[in-house]
């Protein structure tokens, strides 16, 4: 039975599918799918983000790379990836660190938003396309 709220350094105790799960959960918390919570700017076309363009890979070596292997990191960076490849978030850059440490790897703290990204059986590495939810 998988724990609902682990540590970091309880991360590293767990299956890389539990680590997966876990580090996935944790980003999807705090950064968003630009469709999710961005608008188009009719000038340039392009996604207006509140903080960011984020890149997963980044973020996830960041606040990651330390309790993980490297391994780890680039699948869940891929996962993300295969849904979006800039993320917004609500928090500004400068109160990233204020926000997001220590780090929370609570399962049950998902967002609302989250829960749309997956099957109904939370397996977190199946995802739904993005013109089936938004």
């Known amino acids: 039975m998988q724990k609902e709220k682990v540590t970091v350094n309880e991360l590293k105790l767990l299956s890389e599918k539990e680590q997966i799960e876990h580090i996935k959960s944790w980003f999807l918390k705090y950064f968003h799918c630009?469709?999710?919570s961005c608008f188009i700017d009719d000038d340039?076309?392009?996604w207006v983000f509140f903080s960011g363009p984020w890149e997963q890979a980044t973020v996830l070596e960041e606040?990651?790379?330390k309790y993980v292997e490297e391994h780890i990191i680039n699948i869940v960076s891929e996962q993300l990836g295969e849904h979006a490849t800039e993320w917004?978030?609500?928090i500004e850059a400068h109160e990233m660190d204020e926000v997001l440490l220590p780090i929370d790897l609570s399962i049950a703290n998902k967002s609302t938003?989250?829960?749309t990204l997956f099957i109904a059986n939370r397996d977190p590495t199946v995802?739904?396309?993005p013109?089936?939810?938004f």
């Open 113 to 115: 938003g989250i829960n």
């Open 44 to 46: 340039t076309g392009n």
């Open 88 to 90: 917004n978030s609500e």
């Open 63 to 65: 606040y990651f790379g």
């Open 34 to 36: 630009p469709s999710e």
């Open 127 to 129: 995802y739904l396309d």
């Open 131 to 133: 013109e089936d939810i």
